[in-house]
């Protein structure tokens, strides 16, 4: 089975989050016992279960509805994201 590139996995993820606002989709981008801090807002969870209902009750379609993602090139990196509301 081939890997699939990092920036892949992520370009999914926010797709999921951003673009199609899929909780399942999103999910299926994480490893089996994910972990997440949500700085800004000092929230998330630890586990699949507390990740699954952070985004679902907190982040997930709970945003301006033109929040919008956009790739720029970065000079340390080929591609940067940014978050625009």
Known sequence: MRRRR???VLDDH???EFATRDLDA?????????YLNHVPVLTGGI???EVRRF???V???HWPA?????RSPG???PTRWSTSW
């Open 66 to 70: 033109d929040t919008t993602m956009e």
């Open 59 to 61: 982040f997930i379609g």
């Open 26 to 34: 999103t999910m299926a981008t994480m490893a089996d016992d994910p």
């Open 75 to 77: 000079p340390s990196a």
């Open 47 to 49: 586990g699949r279960d």
């Open 14 to 16: 926010l797709a999921a």
């Open 6 to 8: 990092l920036a892949d």
């Open 55 to 57: 985004y679902e009750q």
